[in-house]
């Protein structure tokens, strides 16, 4: 049996349901979609509010309005870009509406979107739109002469169209807004050829060796998780969740985007997070729930708003994950608002959430699973998968043992886009296997709550985003007083991680000064992946084959580098919104 065979055979077997759960009762996007928008009992209910304070944008549509607009969009993305099912195109994007629709229609005609952060390098940006073969992009109209630009080096990139507030820009104009009162218009495209299994998403992620990996998302995959965690939480009609994190990551989309369609309820999609506007927003559209990462966390205890002016009776709490939560952060956080902070994990290589804490626990028991331990629980699998904890031979251990997090089920996802080594590394054992260390505690009816101890990979989580430390190496090495540079996370109240250079002078009589290292990087590098602090020393670990060993120095520098987990790095000419843009 060939080598790709056992890879494709792990993976299924990672993919596998595991007990029984509810199957899916449509056969594509498509009846899936039209199920929510030509519901008699929704079409005249909202489902989703677009707020964007910059430009003093809200726009708001109902599911019947919703649907007639996605249908627009899918109608110009075959007939103006010749796209159609098993076709991928890439969207350069923020949170706005019309991203919100463009997805929609993608999935409703079987097309693979490939989300770019519009602030990647372009060096990332090009090799994203290369390696995923994608035959068209839309891009914000800013980004237009860029991507147009990368267009001439990629043949298979047939199309590149530029959006505005009001859509895809054409010579008519904009097109794709108008408003029906009635129910969507049927749509007429063949869209019944589209299936579950139909790649929906190639989510980019940031990886320790090498460029990004490409993770396949199907829509059976987004279907799944949306349905666990609507179930884990409880949400139904009546829930409106507020979207604040960015919709180019996992959290975003399937958290505070599918997740309200699939249970019926609404979203308000804000254009970014900002302290400002947090609370009251939560007051004025009736939140009922919002998605967050530990970073925001800190940001809103900074603020530090009085809530007396605002009726927040429906809002059950934040959803909190994609990065470290300290024990300290959220005991201030539940104390200062009163509100539960209900943690989970997941990873886009598991659509989103994997595991939550579960709702039904007492104060004192929720507490408990917060702070009886070094760090807080992540909670207990979400159905539709299950977790384990295993060793280096894929072995399960016992409680309170540390091994590698793995999970099984149906939000695995399908494998890395045209990356077998990376697929035969992370389905090693039939397993997905996070790259996070953990370990689980049993609670009196037998459940494993999981925790996560540390990484096994080499990413930095700064703010719920994954960024690869090969990327800052790289810059810091090319300084020209550098002989050896290696980035280091060390632990931040406000980000979770920030982001260190470890630093080997070429001259030791004469090194470069820190504040000259840093600017190097700031010329190079968006603040985000900037290091902010610089420690300079004389060895590099290595191992028996050469390689660095990044985790070893960090545990070696851990007393230099706690002195700055309470310091809030901010970006020079302080254009940060809410703590960071």
């Known amino acids: 049996m060939s080598l790709l065979t056992d890879v494709h055979d792990r993976i299924e077997q990672a993919r596998a349901a595991s007990g029984r759960h509810p199957e899916l009762p449509w056969s594509s996007f498509s009846e899936f979609f039209r199920s929510r928008v030509y519901d008699p009992r929704l079409v005249t209910r909202n489902f989703l509010t677009y707020c964007d304070d910059e430009r003093h944008l809200r726009r708001t549509y109902t599911y019947a309005e919703f649907g007639t607009v996605v249908e627009r969009m899918a109608d110009l993305l075959h007939s103006n870009l010749q796209l159609s099912r098993g076709d991928r195109m890439a969207t350069l994007l923020?949170?706005?509406?019309?991203?919100?629709?463009?997805?929609?229609?993608?999935?409703?005609?079987?097309?693979?979107?490939?989300?770019?952060?519009?602030?990647?390098?372009?060096?990332?940006?090009?090799?994203?739109?290369?390696?995923?073969?994608?035959?068209a992009a839309l891009c914000w109209q800013d980004a237009y002469e860029e991507i147009k630009d990368v267009q001439r080096d990629l043949p298979r990139l047939r199309k590149v169209v530029a959006i505005d507030d009001h859509g895809m820009l054409t010579g008519k104009g904009s097109q794709v807004h108008g408003r029906s009162t009635g129910a969507p218009l049927p749509l007429h495209l063949t869209l019944s050829s589209s299936r579950l299994d139909d790649q929906a998403l190639i989510i980019y992620t940031s990886g320790t060796t090498g460029p990004p990996k490409g993770v396949i998302l199907t829509i059976a995959n987004l279907l799944i998780d949306a349905d666990a965690i609507a179930d884990w939480h409880a949400f139904g009609t009546h829930d409106r969740l507020m979207c604040v994190l960015p919709v180019h990551h996992v959290n975003g989309i399937v958290v505070t985007l599918v997740t309200p369609f699939y249970c019926k309820g609404s979203v308000v999609l804000n254009r970014k997070f900002k302290?400002?506007?947090?609370?009251?927003?939560?007051?004025?559209?009736?939140?009922?729930?919002?998605?967050?990462?530990?970073?925001?966390?800190?940001?809103?205890?900074?603020?530090?708003?009085?809530?007396?002016?605002?009726?927040?009776?429906?809002?059950?709490?934040?959803?909190?994950?994609?990065?470290?939560?300290?024990?300290?952060?959220?005991?201030?956080?539940?104390?200062?608002?009163?509100?539960?902070?209900?943690h989970g994990y997941g990873l886009s290589e598991t659509t989103c959430y994997s595991c939550f804490l579960p709702n039904d626990l007492t104060q004192e028991q929720h507490r408990r699973w917060l702070t009886d331990y070094d760090v807080p629980s992540i909670g207990v699998a979400l159905r539709h998968n299950v977790m384990t904890?295993?060793?280096?031979?894929?072995?399960?251990?016992?409680?309170?043992?540390?091994?590698?997090?793995?999970?099984?089920?149906?939000?695995?996802?399908?494998?890395?886009?045209?990356?077998?080594?990376?697929?035969?590394?992370?389905?090693?054992?039939?397993?997905?296997?996070?790259?996070?260390?953990?370990?689980?505690?049993?609670?009196?009816?037998?459940?494993?709550?999981?925790?996560?101890?540390?990484?096994?990979?080499?990413?930095?989580?700064?703010?719920?985003?994954?960024?690869?430390?090969?990327?800052?190496?790289?810059?810091?090495?090319?300084?020209?007083?550098?002989?050896?540079?290696?980035?280091?996370?060390?632990?931040?109240?406000?980000?979770?991680?920030?982001?260190?250079?470890?630093?080997?002078?070429?001259d030791h009589r004469s090194p470069p000064a820190e504040a000259d290292l840093l600017a190097y990087c700031r010329g190079r590098l968006p603040f985000s992946k900037q290091p902010k602090i610089v420690l300079m020393g004389d060895e590099v670990p290595y191992t028996s084959t050469g390689k660095p060993k990044r985790l070893e120095l960090k545990a070696q520098l851990a007393n230099r580098l706690a002195a700055y987990r309470d310091t809030q790095f901010r970006e020079p000419m302080d254009s940060l919104e809410g703590g960071e843009t």
């Not at 919100?100 to 090009?126: C, D, H, Q, S």
């Not at 695995?412 to 590394?425: M, Q």
């Not at 719920?464 to 632990?491: T, Y």
């Open 94 to 135: 923020f949170n706005h509406d019309l991203t919100v629709l463009t997805y929609f229609a993608a999935w409703t005609l079987g097309i693979t979107v490939v989300p770019i952060n519009l602030e990647e390098t372009a060096e990332k940006k090009r090799y994203i739109l290369e390696h995923s073969e994608v035959s």
């Open 275 to 342: 302290t400002g506007p947090f609370w009251q927003r939560l007051h004025e559209e009736q939140v009922t729930s919002v998605s967050v990462v530990p970073t925001l966390l800190e940001f809103l205890l900074d603020a530090d708003e009085d809530l007396s002016a605002y009726r927040l009776d429906r809002f059950a709490g934040v959803i909190c994950g994609a990065g470290p939560l300290l024990r300290d952060t959220a005991v201030r956080f539940e104390d200062r608002f009163g509100f539960p902070i209900r």
């Open 389 to 506: 904890i295993l060793d280096e031979q894929g072995q399960a251990v016992p409680e309170h043992t540390r091994g590698e997090i793995c999970i099984r089920g149906r939000t695995v996802c399908a494998g890395y886009y045209k990356r077998d080594d990376a697929n035969d590394a992370a389905f090693q054992w039939g397993w997905f296997r996070s790259g996070d260390e953990g370990f689980y505690v049993a609670d009196e009816r037998g459940r494993p709550y999981f925790f996560i101890s540390g990484r096994l990979k080499e990413l930095i989580i700064r703010g719920g985003v994954n960024i690869s430390p090969l990327e800052i190496d790289e810059v810091l090495k090319q300084h020209p007083g550098v002989r050896f540079a290696m980035a280091l996370p060390f632990e931040s109240r406000y980000y979770g991680e920030e982001i260190a250079a470890y630093v080997v002078p070429k």
